[in-house]
């Protein structure tokens, strides 16, 4: 597999020669505003009901049902997150905004263990959006409410009555308006018309962070690549061990809450529909083409295999085939990364599959 990787990655840069001389701003275009715009605007959305949810539950006479409704609230801005945590370029870097709103991974507890600290202590520094946003980013964003909201079986347990419910409901909200700002702020700034997409837009002519509209495009391209390596090397492998007596469910993120299955679908497919937003088949020779269709075939396996898992992972990972529903969904995500890293991006003469995570 590897050999004929590399001979038609080769095969692709002594072919594809056209693509040299071509400009790769219209394809970001179509990136910025058929995906990144209606993404970060989307997470801004979900992201803002989070208070009023917390509001809900934490009130003096709670509906009903208003458990239930913090919980479809907290799922959608999950799920909001995961379409656009791959996006690691730009505003999303800066502030240290992603780190901010998910904590991810956290193999060793550290989030568990510094909240322990700030109840055992009553810290009220975490119970103004102001203050906690200067806090560590273990305890402000998306992972710590999952810790002081949800229960071990995914039960919502916010609000219950005990000695730490009016410092609990005060800690949520203070998260809940920091993640709402967070991401309020994501989507002003790539609505920005001289924000960051004017440096990817700008980037034929040169500028500050681009020499060239390629560079600009090889920069996007790996941030796809590294996402899908993030999916495969920090959502699914840790959860699998070794072998199925070694698995952790616990390991799959977001697992506490049970949206380990909505992140990890949301978060495939915002990587597939970030890619084919750039139509860049358009811009590679025809006889390549068949790279295009086999990675959305590929794209649409994985999410098969995440159908047939069943949510909360954490009570069901271990019945059934799930874990060989996961085995193979690490194989088939490999696999599109490597086509993408080797196949596509040789394809389109792009520097591709360097990994960002550790810039190598």
Known sequence: MMIRQLALATLA??????????DFE??????????????????AETAGSLPGAVDAVCAKAPEKDAQETFRIAFAAAVEGFSKIHFLRFGPLLEDDRLNRLAFLPDPRGAAQRQIRKIYAKKDETVLSPQTI????????????LQLIAFDKNSAVRLAEPDDDREFTCGYARSIAENIAGIAADLASEWDDPDGYAKVL??????NERFHTSKEAIESVFNTLVTGLIIVRDQDLLPA???SQEDAKAYRFPFSRSGNSVVYMKAELQGIRDALFSMNLMAMTPEKFHWIYNGVDFEFSNAQGY?????SPLRQT?????GY????????????????????MAGALQLAGGFNALDGD
């Open 240 to 242: 699998l061990g070794s």
């Open 26 to 43: 219209p394809p970001l275009e179509r990136l910025i505003d058929g995906y990144i715009r209606p993404s970060m605007s989307e997470f």
């Open 133 to 144: 946003s200067a806090k560590s980013v273990a305890v402000q964003g998306l992972t710590a």
């Open 13 to 22: 840069i002594v072919c594809a020669g056209p693509v040299l001389a071509q």
């Open 306 to 310: 995440l159908d047939n898992l069943q």
């Open 201 to 206: 837009l700008t980037s034929s002519t040169g």
């Open 317 to 321: 990972f271990e019945d059934g085939d």
């Open 324 to 343: 060989a529903q996961v085995s193979i969904l690490a194989i088939t995500v490999k696999s599109i990364r490597n086509t993408l890293a080797t196949e």
